[in-house]
């Protein structure tokens, strides 16, 4: 099966790199499926985001509209039972020993992975595309490459099956993913991710940069700010 007639499944947060993913993923494949979850994060901005920027992607993009499938939004409550971060739990945003702020959920893209994988499986979808990125990130082990890579082998061998896990963005910096959605949907795709995607950790949604809404001080805001400057000053 070539692309031009095979499906993916995209991870789908409602973030810049998910969003920027399933563009790259509607350009690329025949028929294309999201997943989300909801695994108790303290602000569901970014989860509720996904319905209007799947539309809004349809709307500009005529073109992708027929190729968007299904979605998905699987609950995982276990993730915040087990966990205190400051992802799932009114905590301060700091770091530990290690500089890994406590923004990571431990164990939280190997479920995530692991579940697409269960629902492409039963979908009879090949290629699962996320946004897992180690070259601008926040330190997060479970977004590096080896860990995707190890988490393919599992996979694929616990369920004898032959996935492609996909990480379009691992190698690519904040400013190049920018480009990226510029070189998939120009200055539409550009202003649509600007708009309705959410990155910042604290929800805030009222504030409006010229790099998107957020608070402007937490480590994604900051990492979407410097991405922001970089891509408009190149
Ligand atoms: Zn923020």
Same mark, same amino acid.
């Given at each position: 099966?070539? /692309?031009?007639?095979? $499906?993916?499944?995209?991870?789908?947060?409602?973030?810049?790199?998910?969003?920027?993913?399933?563009?790259?993923?509607?350009? &690329?494949?025949?028929? %294309?499926?999201? %997943?989300? !979850?909801?695994?108790?994060?303290?602000?569901?901005?970014?989860?509720?985001?996904?319905?209007?920027?799947? *539309? +809004?992607?349809? &709307? +500009?993009?005529? $073109?992708?509209?027929?190729?968007?499938?299904?979605?998905?939004?699987?609950?995982?409550?276990?993730?915040?039972?087990? +966990?205190?971060?400051?992802?799932? =739990?009114?905590? *301060?945003?700091?770091?530990?020993?290690?500089?890994?702020?406590?923004? !990571?959920?431990?164990?939280?893209?190997?479920? !995530?992975?692991?579940?697409?994988?269960?629902?492409?499986?039963?979908?009879?979808?090949?290629?699962?595309?996320?946004?897992?990125?180690?070259?601008?990130?926040?330190?997060?082990?479970?977004?590096?490459?080896?860990?995707? /890579?190890?988490?393919?082998?599992?996979?694929?061998?616990?369920?004898?099956?032959?996935?492609?896990?996909?990480?379009?963005?691992?190698?690519?910096? /904040?400013?190049?993913?920018?480009?990226?959605?510029?070189?998939?949907?120009?200055?539409?795709?550009?202003?649509?991710?600007?708009?309705?995607?959410? +990155?910042?950790?604290?929800? *805030?949604?009222?504030?409006? =940069?010229?790099?998107?809404?957020?608070?402007?001080?937490?480590? $994604?805001? &900051?990492?979407?700010?410097?991405?922001?400057? /970089?891509?408009?000053?190149?």
């Amino acid at each position: 099966m070539t /692309k031009a007639t095979a $499906a993916a499944l995209v991870l789908f947060s409602g973030g810049q790199d998910s969003t920027t993913c399933l563009a790259l993923a509607l350009d &690329r494949y025949a028929r %294309v499926e999201t %997943v989300g !979850f909801d695994y108790g994060q303290r602000h569901r901005v970014e989860l509720d985001q996904r319905a209007a920027i799947r *539309e +809004s992607l349809g &709307r +500009s993009f005529p $073109a992708w509209r027929k190729r968007l499938g299904d979605d998905q939004v699987i609950r995982i409550e276990a993730l915040a039972q087990i +966990s205190t971060t400051a992802m799932t =739990h009114d905590v *301060e945003i700091v770091a530990d020993g290690r500089g890994l702020p406590n923004t !990571f959920v431990p164990g939280r893209n190997l479920v !995530f992975l692991t579940l697409a994988a269960a629902l492409a499986y039963r979908r009879g979808i090949k290629h699962i595309v996320g946004g897992m990125c180690e070259t601008d990130f926040s330190g997060y082990p479970d977004c590096r490459d080896d860990t995707v /890579k190890a988490m393919q082998l599992a996979l694929n061998l616990g369920m004898d099956a032959h996935f492609i896990l996909e990480t379009p963005l691992m190698w690519l910096d /904040k400013a190049a993913t920018w480009r990226l959605a510029e070189t998939l949907g120009g200055t539409a795709l550009v202003d649509l991710i600007l708009e309705a995607t959410h +990155s910042c950790y604290l929800g *805030e949604r009222a504030i409006r =940069h010229d790099w998107g809404y957020g608070c402007g001080s937490c480590p $994604a805001c &900051r990492l979407r700010a410097e991405g922001w400057r /970089k891509y408009i000053a190149s």
